[in-house]
């Protein structure tokens, strides 16, 4: 090998593990954000300019507004509401009177520091923007310590603090992932017995109609799903069965691009003489399908499985539009939650949120990846 | 002939004319020779099928031609009586400019998602299946960069747009990020006057939005696209590239001459589903920012469009949902005969010149 092609080679390994990283990055940053507390996924900010002893520390925590304790040795601390020139204090004191239950959340951006007062129900009374210099204050009647917020790789507080955020509003993690497994459990049952079946009647009879079929199945894999979107949801609405897991399992069993794939597989497995040998034993045909064919299929079933599987677990537009109550949300529905302004400004419940809702698949695949891949081809290509 | 051998083993697409050659041809024997015995095992054929079509009927086909149906009414709101309206909806439909919008959005996004996807997925595979390249960890990079194809895509959607931060979360991972390496906007303080650095607001940013729109699509799908094309250069003979070596021929005439024309067929099908899913794109439009295609509605897709007038919160219009589902399909037939006549006909004159090399 010339030193051309050793160049060339080295360049397109920096290519890949590029290209690589840019697939990983985005997960990355779900999981160590997941993580981290709300101020430190903000950033470790420099609240007074020069004094780095305060870099991550968006928090100080008094016990009364009156008696704020600064934990700088030297510097100025103002904290002004700009737009009206008047001190943040009286703000706040002029508000409530009382000053003990008011919560105060930064906003922290270095760039453009805003303060956000909330009250008792999590209401924003006020916003102020801030100068770069101001110290910002959560009264949340916990202490902070120096340091508590340097980020670290994993840190259970972290984790279970944003866990017991997510989970303490609403977001029904095990619920989802019931509901979520039950429907793709079940759609992909379905979904595989019948069209095994289906490819099955279509490999082995010669019935009339077959090839009608066929080409109703090659249309049918072409055509957008959402064409007929509208008339589900009105078809589904009409025979009552919104808000039901029914027309999310059972359409499944009319999957025509499962048909297709076991079809293919099909063609260059299944022997003729191995049937006509169990129909000499005077077996059954429905028999000879459970019984023999569907070992042989096992390969095809487990690849083709996984994808309906995870098409299924992975499906938004359909639930999102026919399930109406929470109790029976699925995983997608469930994360779509997370816009909502219950988590706003809580970014670690957020993306722990996501890091839930996504690492049963990226588990998975880790140690199926090898399977999963060689099952996209399988359906066509001579092993 | 080459492109028999790439249409009997490539997983979907060009098998199915000869498949249904084959079919017709048998369907022809079994008229001629009508043994009993045989004829009524191959009744069983409906017993396995039944399921299928009884299920098909009910939950697809009906639901089609019910969309069809509705489309000619004035179905919306909470009531379910509806009269015909004619074509109604679909003079609308010419004549609506958010439609034509959104389409526009759409192929724009699914543009820049594609050509990108294609081109790298296309080097991509031709690289790894290089046997004197011989890269290391082929089979790690593969798994990698197709893993992003199982995710959640509303996740994903809801996962970007934490990084890139939306509304008061403008300090997110991108920004900061930024930062770091010296890269902040600048504006003036309404107040002072003074210019004032701070963080960017991606989703203000149409180009940005779109242009995130369409990477994610990209980072989702080309690991797929270059896992397909990679099962196409397997097909191709060695043979073929053993005579064309022997012959003198570099590597670059041999991907030209050798494994792009018999890529054709492939590709053609991956331009033609990827168009078909392009058409259909919704969760991560929908999910990134505003649920309406903000900023500016630029990065409303069709779907998301259709959505929002027929399903989404409080707008009900389902007989023009179902008319813009209509023409969604109208335009995607369109675009997919485009596609097959014009890349068809370029493939058998290609094949033509090949012939002679």
Redesign the interface.
């Known amino acids: 090998m010339n030193s051309r092609?050793e160049l060339?080679?080295y360049a397109?390994?920096v290519l890949?593990i590029l290209?690589?990283l840019?697939?990983?990055v985005?997960?990355y940053?779900?999981l160590i954000?997941a993580t981290r507390t709300t101020e430190q996924?903000?950033?470790r900010?420099q609240i007074v300019p020069g004094k780095d002893a305060f870099a991550g520390s968006t928090s100080i925590v008094t016990a009364n507004w009156d008696s704020v304790e600064f934990p700088f040795e030297s510097g100025t601390v103002r904290y002004m509401d700009?737009?009206k020139g008047r001190t943040l204090k009286e703000e706040v004191n002029k508000k409530t009177g009382v000053n003990e239950k008011i919560v105060v959340k930064a906003?922290?951006?270095?760039?453009?520091p805003?303060l956000?007062i909330f009250d008792d129900e999590d209401h924003p009374m006020a916003n102020f923007n801030l100068k770069n210099n101001t110290v910002i204050f959560v009264n949340d009647g916990q202490t902070v310590k120096k340091g508590d917020n340097l980020a670290k790789l994993v840190d259970p507080p972290n984790v279970i603090y944003n866990w017991r955020v997510l989970t303490g509003r609403g977001f029904q993690i095990w619920q989802g992932f019931g509901n979520s497994a039950f429907v793709a459990i079940c759609a992909t049952v379905l979904s595989i017995y019948?069209?095994a079946?289906?490819a099955?009647?279509?490999q082995?009879?010669?019935?009339?109609g077959?090839?009608l079929?066929?080409?109703?199945i090659?249309i049918?894999?072409?055509?957008?799903?959402?064409?007929?979107?509208?008339?589900?949801?009105?078809?589904i609405s009409?025979i009552k069965l919104r808000d039901s897991y029914i027309?999310l399992i059972?359409?499944g069993?009319?999957a025509a691009?499962t048909?297709?794939?076991l079809r293919?597989y099909m063609t260059s497995v299944l022997s003729t003489d191995l049937i006509d040998a169990a129909?000499i034993d005077g077996a059954n045909?429905?028999h000879i399908?459970n019984v023999i064919i569907l070992p042989i299929m096992v390969p095809a079933l487990a690849a083709q499985s996984i994808f309906t599987f995870?098409g299924s677990?992975?499906s938004?537009?359909t639930p999102s539009?026919l399930l109406s109550s929470e109790k029976k949300y699925t995983?997608?529905l469930l994360?779509?939650s997370?816009?909502g302004n219950i988590y706003r400004?809580e970014?670690g419940a957020?993306?722990l949120g996501?890091a839930i809702?996504?690492l049963p698949?990226?588990i998975f695949?880790s140690f199926m990846?090898?399977f999963?891949?060689s099952g996209?081809?399988m359906?066509?290509?001579?092993e | 002939m080459s492109e028999d051998i790439i249409g009997q083993e490539t997983k979907t697409q060009p098998g199915e004319k000869r498949e249904n050659i084959s079919l017709i041809n048998e369907d022809k024997k079994l008229n001629r020779r009508k043994i009993g015995h045989e004829a009524k095992t191959n009744r069983w054929g409906y017993f396995f099928v039944a399921p299928f079509i009884i299920i098909f009927c009910i939950f697809n086909l009906w639901p089609t031609l019910y969309t069809f149906i509705l489309s000619f009414s004035d179905l919306q709101g909470l009531k379910t009586d509806f009269k015909f309206v004619g074509f109604e909806n679909y003079f609308k439909l010419l004549k609506d400019p958010y439609f034509w919008g959104a389409l526009g959005n759409t192929f724009i996004i699914w543009g820049f998602n594609f050509v990108p996807q294609l081109g790298l997925a296309l080097v991509l595979s031709i690289w790894l299946s290089d046997i004197r390249l011989n890269l290391t960890g082929k089979g790690l990079f593969r798994a990698v960069v197709y893993m992003p194809n199982l995710l959640t895509a509303v996740s994903v959607a809801l996962l970007f747009r934490s990084i890139f931060g939306y509304n008061a979360h403008v300090n997110a991972p991108a920004n900061q990020f930024l930062r770091a390496l010296g890269f902040q906007a600048t504006k003036i303080d309404p107040i002072t006057g003074e210019t004032v650095k701070q963080a960017f607001e991606f989703f203000r940013s149409v180009a940005f939005s779109r242009g995130l729109v369409a990477f994610i699509q990209w980072w989702m799908w080309y690991g797929y696209t270059m896992i397909i094309l990679m099962a196409g250069i397997t097909t191709i003979p060695i043979s073929l590239y053993e005579s064309a070596s022997i012959d003198g021929a570099s590597s670059s005439q041999t991907t030209r001459y050798i494994t792009l024309p018999l890529l054709r067929p492939i590709m053609l099908y991956i331009l033609v589903t990827s168009m078909i899913g392009g058409m259909q794109m919704f969760d991560i439009p929908f999910q990134l920012t505003d649920m309406l295609g903000a900023p500016q509605y630029k990065i409303r897709t069709t779907t998301v469009y259709q959505y929002n007038i027929a399903l989404g919160r409080g707008s009900t219009n389902y007989s023009y949902g179902a008319a813009i589902s209509v023409g969604i399909f109208i335009v995607t037939i369109i675009l997919a005969l485009i596609i097959f006549f014009f890349l068809q006909d370029r493939s058998e004159l290609k094949k033509n010149k090949g012939g002679a090399t």
């Open positions: 092609d060339k080679r397109i390994h890949l290209l690589g840019i697939a990983i985005p997960i940053l779900l954000n996924i903000n950033g900010i700009l737009n906003i922290t951006d270095s760039f453009s805003r956000t019948f069209s079946m289906t099955y009647g279509l082995v009879y010669k019935f009339r077959r090839l079929l066929w080409t109703v090659l049918v894999i072409m055509l957008p799903a959402t064409l007929s979107i509208i008339g589900f949801f009105q078809f009409r027309p059972i359409p069993i009319a691009g048909v297709l794939f293919q129909r045909e429905y399908f995870v677990w992975n938004f537009i539009i995983l997608p994360v779509q997370l816009r400004a970014y957020i993306y996501i809702s996504l698949i990226i695949y990846s090898r999963i891949i996209l081809t359906g066509g290509l001579k």
